[in-house]
């Protein structure tokens, strides 16, 4: 895959080593009537792990392979389905909901999502507290049409509980083909008994930006952060200095995030160069890696500039605010974000398969852990749905507005 997640260039191999550590073991343990050749080829033997029992491993597959019975929805796993399996249960171990195994099928999917060219419902979603949650409907899809909310929680999928269930388990059951329709069980905040939404699958294409004023407030709304994310942004910024207005807002709300890089060049137009936007602390603090500002910095520190956040703000939303935010450049109004600041990136494990692993987590310039809190808006609002929907006024942008003329 020749897009990456992030712009970190390690590669992660743990698991892959770990993974041909219990196979090759087994093999040379020789005590099961199990042929292990096909599995360990290429793998070096000379590996080992201290302390490490992988005796019950061995014992577990060859009491599958002698006394699995499938029932009548089921099927007798194959050898390498077992495998991938196995690696499944090893991220799964992690507890971490991001670190996540795609066999062939859903690696396959999973290339689709992020490259944008899948059908489904349009929409973010992953597990939260043990719980499948919407990050966030993606603007004018489906999903978002249909009334699903940023924070709703997916308690079933075409009446069946979600309860256990995986995030990559989930998106494959919401993709389909379009025309064809999904129905989610719904808990709400703010409804005591759960709603049910029928969802109408479409060809998703996922929006980029929109541009609107408000008197002399110059409003980019933000859907998400692709790799055109920084160029756009940048576009929509020289048509704000052109237009002659002295009053910028930015609307992150419901954006999932996305491209890291994206982040930080749009914090570097109003920067100094070498100022942190962000820092990556890995596994045992072995090292932290610090995002700085390009220093495009072309803004005065009068420029009047709010920032909208919610609930469906997540990954490269949460670093653009919450930078922003630190070092005094933009005030953040509407509700806290998600809190979504962990560092994936995809190793191929084969050619068909790929592992998903978390191998950092995000700081702001102060220090303030993303995935642990969010990010809090100086300006609390709330959105006035039933406002919304009636007359289009939308409080947390006309909160926003008037800080701003102040």
């Known amino acids: 895959m020749k897009e990456k997640l992030r712009a970190h260039s390690t590669v992660i191999s743990i698991f892959i080593v770990l993974l041909a550590v219990v196979f090759s073991l087994g093999y040379k343990t020789g005590e099961y009537n199990v042929s292990h050749t096909a599995l360990v080829s290429g793998i070096d033997h000379k590996t080992s792990v201290q302390n490490v029992d992988f005796d019950a491993f061995w014992k577990a597959w060859t009491i599958l392979n002698e006394k699995y019975v499938p029932t009548t929805s089921s099927s007798t796993p194959t050898d390498q389905e077992k495998v991938w399996g196995a690696i499944q249960g090893l991220a799964a171990s992690t507890g971490d909901p991001y670190t996540v195994f795609f066999p062939p099928v859903e690696a396959k999917a999973f290339d689709e999502q992020i490259s944008g060219a899948f059908e489904g419902v349009g929409m973010e979603v992953d597990v939260k507290d043990s719980v499948l949650t919407v990050i966030a409907p993606l603007k004018d899809t489906p999903a978002y049409k249909a009334g699903i909310k940023a924070g709703d929680k997916l308690i079933g999928i075409d009446k069946k509980s979600t309860q256990g269930i995986s995030t990559p388990d989930a998106i494959k059951k919401i993709k389909g083909k379009k025309?064809?329709?999904?129905?989610?069980?719904?808990?709400?905040?703010?409804?005591?008994?759960?709603?049910?939404?029928?969802?109408?699958?479409?060809?998703?294409?996922?929006?980029?930006?929109?541009?609107?004023?408000?008197?002399?407030?110059?409003?980019?709304?933000?859907?998400?952060?692709?790799?055109?994310?920084?160029?756009?942004?940048?576009?929509?910024?020289?048509?704000?200095?052109?237009?002659?207005?002295?009053k910028l807002v930015l609307d992150l709300r419901g954006n999932p995030g996305g491209y890291l890089e994206a982040a930080v060049d749009m914090a570097s137009w109003f920067l100094p160069s070498g100022k942190v936007i962000?820092?990556?602390?890995?596994?045992?603090?072995?090292?932290?890696?610090?995002?700085?500002?390009?220093?495009?910095?072309?803004?005065?520190?009068?420029?009047?500039?709010?920032?909208?956040?919610?609930?469906?703000?997540?990954?490269?939303?949460?670093?653009?605010?919450?930078?922003?935010?630190?070092?005094?450049?933009?005030?953040?109004?509407?509700?806290?974000?998600?809190?979504?600041?962990?560092?994936?990136?995809?190793?191929?494990?084969?050619?068909?398969?790929?592992?998903?692993?978390?191998?950092?987590?995000?700081?702001?310039?102060?220090?303030?852990?993303?995935?642990?809190?969010?990010?809090?808006?100086?300006?609390?609002?709330?959105?006035?749905?039933?406002?919304?929907?009636?007359?289009?006024?939308?409080?947390?942008?006309?909160?926003?507005?008037?800080?701003?003329?102040?």
């Open 179 to 246: 025309g064809t329709t999904v129905t989610f069980t719904i808990l709400r905040e703010g409804n005591s008994d759960p709603i049910e939404i029928s969802v109408v699958r479409d060809v998703i294409t996922v929006p980029a930006m929109k541009i609107e004023t408000s008197g002399d407030v110059f409003i980019i709304r933000m859907y998400s952060f692709s790799a055109q994310s920084a160029d756009e942004f940048r576009k929509a910024l020289r048509q704000f200095v052109e237009s002659g207005k002295t």
């Open 278 to 406: 962000v820092s990556e602390e890995s596994k045992n603090l072995k090292f932290s890696q610090e995002y700085r500002s390009k220093g495009y910095n072309i803004f005065s520190d009068q420029l009047k500039f709010a920032i909208l956040i919610d609930g469906g703000s997540a990954s490269a939303s949460e670093i653009l605010a919450g930078a922003l935010s630190d070092y005094d450049k933009a005030i953040l109004v509407g509700k806290k974000s998600y809190g979504k600041g962990s560092v994936q990136e995809l190793v191929p494990i084969t050619p068909e398969t790929s592992l998903k692993v978390t191998i950092a987590k995000w700081l702001t310039p102060k220090g303030h852990s993303i995935s642990k809190n969010g990010i809090d808006p100086q300006i609390e609002v709330e959105l006035d749905v039933e406002k919304f929907k009636k007359t289009g006024e939308d409080t947390q942008l006309k909160r926003a507005i008037e800080e701003l003329n102040k």
